[in-house]
């Protein structure tokens, strides 16, 4: 079955350290999506695509970072984690156009110390 | 974009019919009526989605009022797994973030056995 997984599920990293958060889809859906959500709050756009090579930033996107290399993948980078980064991370995916569903991840809990 | 207004919390005994509201006064002709509901330690899954007319499926209906400026989530008979925060949210088809999600605190549901 087509699924779309995230990696590592928990991570502890130190302040100051690159950080990289692996999400994979395997529906070849073209638009993929990072959210954070904070304790007790909705989610928030931090980056999104909608295509190989394309990337685009979202509500929340300073100190973060994308790449699209291939349809499947959309890794996140915390280019110097701070503690405010502290949050759990949900890669989300959908089909082209203006399809109505999105699929999401089961997230990566990442405390920054 | 438009916004939505929903209760933070509410209760339901298990078994019993649950209705739970949104409020979007400022909706668009463009924007769809989109709900979706994350279980306790899960990413967001979609329920349902409509733009004018009442629509059903296998998890719940959505009612939509005349004028578009609300919407109820109804589930017919609430089961404990029902337990989660259900989001209701709009999406312009027209507007070049068609194909994005903005999610608001949302309603925490509870279900009392």
């Known amino acids: 079955d087509a699924e779309i997984t995230q990696s590592p599920r928990h991570k502890i990293t130190e302040t100051g350290r690159q950080v990289t958060l692996a999400c994979h889809q395997t529906?070849?859906?073209?638009?993929m999506f990072w959210y954070r959500q904070d304790l007790g709050h909705g989610l928030r756009l931090i980056h999104y695509s909608y295509g190989v090579q394309d990337t685009n930033k979202g509500e929340v996107s300073d100190g973060y970072s994308v790449s699209r290399s291939n349809t499947e993948d959309l890794p996140l980078t915390l280019e110097s984690a701070a503690s405010s980064q502290t949050s759990v991370y949900f890669c989300?995916?959908?089909?082209?156009?203006?399809?109505?569903?999105?699929?999401f991840g089961p997230g990566t809990r990442l405390t920054v110390t | 974009d438009a916004k939505t207004t929903q209760p933070n919390s509410m209760e339901s005994n298990e078994e019993e019919p649950v209705h739970l509201p949104c409020n979007h006064s400022t909706i668009s002709g463009t924007d769809y009526i989109h709900w979706y509901r994350q279980l306790p330690s899960q990413g967001p899954e979609y329920v349902i989605h409509g733009l004018t007319s009442n629509v059903n499926n296998r998890m719940a209906s959505l009612a939509i009022a005349e004028d578009r400026k609300s919407s109820t989530l109804i589930l017919h008979r609430a089961t404990l797994r029902d337990a989660a925060v259900y989001y209701c949210?709009?999406?312009?088809?027209?507007?070049?973030?068609?194909?994005?999600?903005?999610f608001g605190s949302g309603t925490q549901l509870t279900v009392l056995p």
């Open positions: 949210i709009l999406r312009d088809v027209a507007g070049g973030s068609a194909r994005q999600l903005t």
């Open positions: 989300a995916s959908s089909d082209g156009g203006n399809s109505y569903e999105q699929y």
């Open positions: 529906w070849n859906h073209n638009n």
